[in-house]
């Protein structure tokens, strides 16, 4: 039988939350002050407040895809230089943030489920301190070459969604697409802890530009390759949406015929109590970002997800 990480949960949900909401919200009221001394917060202009209790109750998702030696002009979600990629690691380190797996989302999601089902009329994240997820794209070989060197540096993880036909054995050199990586590198940075490896379908071919029979065949065959090339799994089944394209169809059979437990968007927002696990939003990360414009995104993100 094959071998299943387990991936250590790395924050603690409120004890007892599932049937005390009075003790979610002193933990919750516990993390702002940590944060940010109250009379410190009420002493500032109104714009620069912090977020209130319930509105830091969030997961921000960043996503990011190929990185590069070399300077990349400003603007571009597809690409980055290695050097900003650092600097937003460690601004995000400095920050507070701790990196989580999309299993840890999982786990999270499913207990604030359990609590809507109890009936529980205020429930949320619990979270217990600031906590981010890494997401990467596509495959790319500067995944393993660049970046994967840079999370080993600051101890963060990453959560990786490959392009099943682009990968191989030993790498392929095609004059008229990036390089991707490696079987061999997938499983080596997933037998690091700090990488998760997951489906972004085998050829990458968005749903509403095929039949949905294709895009399914497409999103089963992208399984299959994971199913038999990787040595470890994660606990959870993710799929992660070709250029974030996504049906109402897709959404409901990719959840109930194929199991999905995370169906992964380029949807704009951040995780919070009342996102769907059908449709998870991230933050497309630009090239030019300098490590505290991201920090602002984040927050300006999450600011637009509550008033929506
Ligand atoms: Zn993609």
Do not use: C
Request: no cysteine; glycine share 6%; aromatic share 8%.
């Amino acid at each position: 039988m094959k071998k299943y990480t387990v991936f250590v949960m790395t924050f603690l949900l409120t004890v007892g939350s599932f049937f005390s909401t009075a003790s979610a919200k002193e933990g919750a009221v516990q993390n702002q002050t940590e944060n940010m001394e109250i009379s410190e917060a009420l002493s500032q202009p109104a714009e620069t407040q912090t977020l209130n209790v319930e509105e830091n109750d969030y997961i921000p998702i960043l996503m990011y895809h190929h990185f590069k030696t070399e300077d990349v002009p400003s603007g571009d979600g597809a690409n980055m230089s290695i050097d900003e990629f650092e600097e937003h690691l460690k601004a995000l380190q400095e920050a507070g943030y701790t990196t989580l797996f999309l299993s840890d989302l999982n786990h999270v999601l499913q207990n604030v489920q359990t609590e809507k089902q109890m009936g529980i009329t205020d429930p949320g994240l619990h979270l217990d301190g600031k906590y981010i997820i890494i997401t990467i794209d596509d495959g790319y070989r500067s995944n393993y070459e660049l970046a994967y060197p840079l999370l080993q540096k600051y101890d963060m993880k990453a959560s990786i969604s490959v392009i099943t036909s682009r990968i191989h054995h030993g790498y392929i050199h095609s004059s008229n697409e990036i390089e991707k990586m490696s079987w061999e590198n997938l499983n080596e940075m997933q037998q690091s802890g700090l990488v998760e490896i997951f489906s972004h379908t085998y050829d990458h071919e968005p749903v509403g530009d095929r039949l949905f029979t294709d895009f399914r065949s497409s999103v089963l065959k992208g399984e299959e390759m994971l199913e038999k090339e990787l040595e470890m799994r994660s606990p959870v089944k993710v799929l992660t949406y070709p250029n974030g394209n996504y049906t109402n169809q897709t959404q409901v059979l990719m959840r109930s015929m194929l199991g999905y437990d995370l169906q992964l968007t380029t949807n704009s927002g951040v995780v919070n109590r009342n996102t769907s696990i059908l449709e998870i939003p991230r933050i497309t990360v630009n090239s030019g970002w300098t490590g505290q414009q991201l920090l602002e995104k984040i927050e300006q993100t999450a600011k637009k997800t509550f008033e929506s």
